[in-house]
């Protein structure tokens, strides 16, 4: 790659030098021709022109003794030689018969085969004056008829374009020298400017290498804030995504191996339970005294419905995880869900001797969503708070309304929650301990599937602080339900 990008570069770099000298140099030659004539022509036009009356009537006012008209014409041009440019090199001028345009004398001897008829000579001989130019002829020439004596007279100035020639020449051999050295540091810059691109790229390609073989431990620098920057800054964004989003599947992956681990132990145990007093029953069938026998299909009977329930707490699990639990929300009187909450455990609380305090203020608005669902989730909190505080406590309800949600709040004075597990219990199979909840039917799936409700409704199930012992858990959710049903009204 680097020697490629390299080679474009130098490559760039010489038609770029080459097509600009080529276009200047064009046009500065053609600008240095062009001056020549338009110098040439606007000189002869002054000379001639109306302002020099003195030398037009000099070149035209023959002297009485005058015996040859063409030697005094050719005099007066020799006196103003300098104002027609003629360096007696590369510009002369001649004297020539006006009627047929032979060299009579001149600033330079008559050319070899005489003076060739240009178009301004003929014109001359017609009487014109002839000071067209022609940029393609190697010459510029200007014939201006005159009269001298009664004698007619072409007046003729040569210029062989020798100067402009010789300029051009020079600037041609300027241009490529200039040429030259734009190349050689064309090719230098090439060299640098290959460096400052290729180094970064080259960099980019080794993280992108690494990354794709695993490691997105290296960040990139960022050493300019150019394309290249913003690729490598692009690049660092996306290699830091990678690595979250394969943390995560591999979070993901535990997970799903901890839950499966745990649903299989969750599962034996009350299976081992079950396959034991089933045995001990069938192996002393009518030696084991009847209440025995009945405290033993007791037992298996109990441990039945604790799979029950364990897989029917999966089965919610799973369709939340699949997205088919939709919610069926519909309005209700918050306060009455509350009460009957309530009302429902009141009994359960009395045999454990709580007290069950409710204060539930007036006025709380009707909230939108799937009442079934908010049921259990009140329930389930409830029924923890009476399950996990010694008999004889003091279990308080309460509920309210904050802006434009309503929440409840159960407060206990039971066994609590140890510090450290108060983050782990919303996750499943999660149980501080696994002895009492199970033993009182818990499956330590409950508050995992009561935060999934909660979650689904936008509303928020937590802990709150408290300094004395026992716990207070509160539920929250938006009066209007949630933005987006996942399932379908009903
Ligand atoms: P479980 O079926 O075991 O009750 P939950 O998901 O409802 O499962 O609760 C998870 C764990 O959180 C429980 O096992 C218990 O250790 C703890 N927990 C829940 N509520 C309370 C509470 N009010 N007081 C003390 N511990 C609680």
Not at 87 to 106: E, I, K, Q
Not at 177 to 199: C, D, P, Q, R, Y
């Amino acid at each position: 790659m680097r020697k490629s990008l390299h080679i474009k570069l130098v490559l760039i770099m010489v038609l770029l030098i080459v097509s600009l000298m080529v276009v200047v140099g064009a046009f500065l030659m053609n600008s240095v021709t062009g001056y020549y004539i338009d110098e040439f022509y606007s000189q002869i036009i002054d000379a001639f022109g109306q302002d020099s009356v003195d030398f037009v009537r000099d070149l035209q006012t023959a002297t009485d003794e005058e015996e040859d008209g063409a030697a005094m014409v050719q005099e007066v041009l020799s006196l103003y030689a300098g104002t027609l440019g003629v360096d007696r090199r590369n510009r002369n001028y001649y004297v020539l018969d006006g009627a047929t345009g032979r060299w009579l004398g001149g600033s330079a001897p008559e050319p070899e085969g005489g003076v060739a008829v240009t178009p301004n000579i003929s014109a001359a001989l017609l009487g014109e004056v002839g000071i067209k130019s022609s940029v393609t002829a190697d010459y510029m020439d200007a014939a201006i008829p005159i009269t001298r004596g009664g004698q007619p007279y072409i007046v003729y100035i040569l210029d062989n374009r020798e100067t402009a020639r010789s300029l051009n020449a020079e600037m041609f051999t300027l241009i490529i020298e200039a040429l030259a050295l734009g190349l050689v540091i064309s090719v230098l810059l090439s060299f640098l400017l290959a460096k400052t691109m290729v180094n970064p790229l080259q960099r980019l390609t080794d993280g992108i290498e690494k990354a794709a073989g695993g490691d997105f431990s290296r960040k990139l620098e960022v050493t300019s804030a150019d394309e290249i920057g913003q690729l490598t800054e692009s690049f660092n964004t996306m290699a830091g995504q990678l690595e979250t989003n394969i943390a995560e599947l591999e979070r993901a992956e535990q997970q799903r191996k901890d839950f499966v681990a745990n649903v299989s132990h969750e599962l034996r145990t009350p299976l081992t339970n079950i396959k034991s007093y089933a045995e001990t029953l069938s192996d002393g069938v009518g030696g084991l005294p009847p209440e025995t026998e009945q405290r033993f299909l007791g037992v298996i009977l109990n441990e039945s419905d604790r799979m029950a329930h364990i897989l029917q707490d999966l089965l919610t699990l799973s369709r939340f995880d699949s997205g088919r639990g939709g919610l069926r929300p519909s309005w209700f009187p918050f306060a009455g869900a509350v009460d009957d909450t309530y009302q429902a455990i009141l009994m359960d609380a009395q045999n454990h001797a709580h007290t069950v305090e409710l204060s539930l203020p007036d006025g709380l608005p009707q909230v939108r969503a799937d009442r079934e669902r908010i049921m259990q989730v009140m329930m389930n909190i409830v029924s923890n708070a009476i399950k996990y505080t010694p008999d004889g406590g003091c279990i308080r309800i309460s509920a309210g309304q904050t802006g434009d949600r309503v929440w409840m709040e159960v407060d206990d004075n039971g066994i609590g929650i140890p510090e450290g597990d108060r983050d782990r219990i919303f996750e499943r199979f999660y149980r501080v301990d696994k002895a009492r909840s199970r033993q009182s039917g818990g499956t330590g799936l409950g508050l995992s599937i009561a935060q999934e409700i909660m979650a689904q409704h936008e509303g928020r199930l937590y802990l709150v602080d408290k300094d004395e012992p026992g716990l207070t858990i509160r539920m929250e959710l938006p009066i209007r339900g949630p933005r987006e049903e996942a399932g379908n009204e009903g």
